[in-house]
């Protein structure tokens, strides 16, 4: 166990808590804190400052613990289900930004395998190999929010914000909730209770710090009203953060980096000092058999989290059967599950498409190789999938690079209200596609979407404009403005 060997540094230790405290921070706080506007920074910094309240309260109940089989046993219960939260999380994110298609529990299967395979061989180096990150994750992600601050307004910091003292409060709760696994500190034995506190107040100083700037970012990039509405709104400012050149187009992948190794982290370490305490509850040495055990208890309540209505009656009812193994129920959905992703070759990549409307119909198409004609239909889902149903591969639209809007539709505000509301229900969009109002969507020519992008940008440069995407009408439409 690392924290028993004496083989891990102090230094390592920030580095992991660092890590720990922004992997489900960054996701979750910011949406759910976004309606408090400006006094969203209040309720962080009153959440961080619970977070050290409860680190010295968690420093002195170490010795208590140890004496206590009951203790230990509720500590059990509490890593399996943060556990579970972690990996629901971390399936959610992989699920919402690469492979919405494929299915939950295969997902959540092969990344409690990778944890599984972690745990049984070992996990002293997994604190040397994130020091060895830290800084190939941190720099990064300090260089992707430099790029969006040139992206924020400062008219969104202008909305009016109303002052609610149970609002913040419960902001400051959100805060506090997601760094929990501060409670792990009770399992560093050997360690200087001083010095293991110094630490770790660090990396709450520096979670807290990279928490403020990065809420800051957000809230001047989309707005309070429309940070509301976004499901993992750091990911998504990754998708608008624009550089030059045609290299690094999916910014939002290659960031997904970031939350892969600080959800990991917090992921392995819950599991592993669940495992420990297993061990110690039994007093057996079988490490496999709770490694099988933890896992399996993790993967039923992360499955349930996902498909069960009444989540908290569920859970109940499930752990009140005991006559139903959990084992069964592990195995059986392994075997069940399915494969729904489309694969490459079945894929097409459309570069641009066009919307407007036409006498009282909505106008769509996709401009790729054998481009169809547009379709004509009375909603803007039916027309999209229209359009998509005549097509003879499934189209792939991460890679669009320009959205046409007809004037007709731009000057019509109720048609105009509906492809807003399209784009944020759908997400069939990226937000850093280019958006451009034009009088005839059909004046284009095939596989123009890579030209139009081009040339924009070199107008942007030359001519100091300030283009439009999708993220940008998305939010001030949302946000009022």
């Keep these: 166990m690392f924290a028993e060997n004496g083989k891990i540094s102090y230094r390592q230790l920030r580095r992991l808590y660092v890590f720990n405290l922004l992997g489900v921070g960054t996701l979750v706080i910011p949406t759910e804190i976004a309606l408090?506007?400006?006094?969203?920074?209040?309720?962080?910094?009153?959440?961080?400052?619970?977070?050290?309240?409860?680190?010295?309260?968690?420093?002195?109940?170490?010795?208590?613990?140890?004496?206590?089989?009951?203790?230990?046993?509720?500590?059990?219960?509490?890593?399996?289900?943060?556990?579970?939260?972690?990996?629901?999380?971390?399936?959610?994110?992989?699920?919402?930004?690469?492979?919405?298609?494929?299915?939950?529990?295969?997902?959540?299967?092969?990344?409690?395998?990778?944890?599984?395979?972690?745990?049984?061989?070992?996990?002293?180096?997994?604190?040397?190999?994130?020091?060895?990150?830290?800084?190939?994750?941190?720099?990064?992600?300090?260089?992707?929010m430099a790029f969006a601050l040139k992206d924020m307004h400062l008219k969104y910091f202008e909305i009016h914000d109303e002052m609610n003292i149970k609002d913040i409060l419960y902001g400051a709760y959100v805060v506090f909730a997601t760094s929990t696994s501060l409670f792990n500190i009770i399992f560093l034995e050997g360690?200087?209770?001083?010095?293991?506190?110094?630490?770790?107040?660090?990396?709450?100083?520096?979670?807290y710090l990279i928490m403020m700037l990065l809420y800051a970012v957000l809230?001047?990039?989309?707005?309070?009203?429309?940070?509301?509405?976004i499901k993992y709104p750091a990911v998504v400012l990754m998708s608008n953060v624009s550089i030059k050149g045609s290299f690094f187009k999916r910014t939002d992948a290659l960031m997904l980096a970031v939350w892969f190794?600080?959800?990991?982290?917090?992921?392995?370490?819950?599991?592993?000092?669940?495992?420990?305490?297993?061990?110690?509850i039994t007093q057996k040495r079988s490490k496999k058999a709770h490694i099988a055990v933890t896992i399996a208890l993790t993967f039923t309540a992360a499955v349930i989290m996902e498909y069960g209505?009444?989540?908290?009656?569920?859970?109940i009812e499930f752990l009140m059967k005991a006559g139903i193994p959990v084992m069964i129920a592990f195995v059986a959905i392994m075997f069940v599950g399915g494969c729904s992703a489309v694969e490459l070759e079945e894929r097409c990549f459309p570069m641009l498409a066009g919307i407007d409307k036409k006498d009282g119909q909505y106008e769509f198409y996709y401009s790729i190789d054998n481009a169809t004609e547009p379709v004509y239909a009375d909603g803007i889902e039916e027309a999209v999938n229209e359009c998509e149903s005549g097509l003879s591969k499934t189209a792939d639209t991460n890679h669009l690079k320009v959205l046409l809007i007809g004037n007709e539709l731009y000057d019509d505000e109720n048609s105009y209200a509906k492809l807003i509301q399209y784009l944020k229900d759908s997400s069939k969009f990226p937000r850093n596609t280019y958006v451009c109002a034009v009088d005839d969507i059909?004046?284009?020519?095939?596989?123009?979407?890579?030209?139009?992008?081009?040339?924009?940008?070199?107008?942007?440069?030359?001519?100091?404009?300030?283009?439009?995407?999708v993220g940008d009408i998305m939010d001030e439409y949302t946000n009022g403005l």
């Design 442 to 469: 059909n004046k284009t020519f095939e596989n123009m979407g890579d030209y139009y992008e081009q040339l924009l940008e070199k107008q942007e440069r030359e001519e100091g404009l300030c283009l439009t995407t």
């Design 219 to 229: 809230l001047g990039n989309f707005g309070k009203y429309a940070l509301a509405e």
């Design 309 to 315: 209505d009444g989540i908290l009656k569920k859970y």
């Design 261 to 280: 190794f600080t959800l990991f982290s917090i992921l392995n370490m819950t599991l592993f000092y669940g495992m420990e305490l297993l061990e110690r």
């Design 36 to 144: 408090l506007g400006k006094y969203g920074f209040v309720a962080i910094t009153l959440g961080f400052v619970m977070e050290v309240l409860f680190l010295a309260a968690v420093s002195k109940i170490k010795k208590w613990y140890l004496k206590s089989k009951t203790a230990g046993l509720v500590i059990y219960v509490y890593e399996v289900l943060l556990g579970a939260f972690l990996a629901w999380v971390f399936v959610d994110l992989i699920r919402y930004s690469l492979i919405p298609d494929e299915w939950f529990a295969v997902v959540l299967i092969v990344i409690l395998f990778i944890s599984a395979y972690a745990l049984s061989g070992g996990v002293e180096c997994r604190a040397r190999t994130y020091e060895i990150v830290f800084w190939f994750i941190l720099v990064p992600l300090a260089l992707m």
């Design 191 to 207: 360690y200087d209770s001083k010095r293991i506190k110094r630490s770790v107040g660090f990396s709450i100083i520096t979670a």
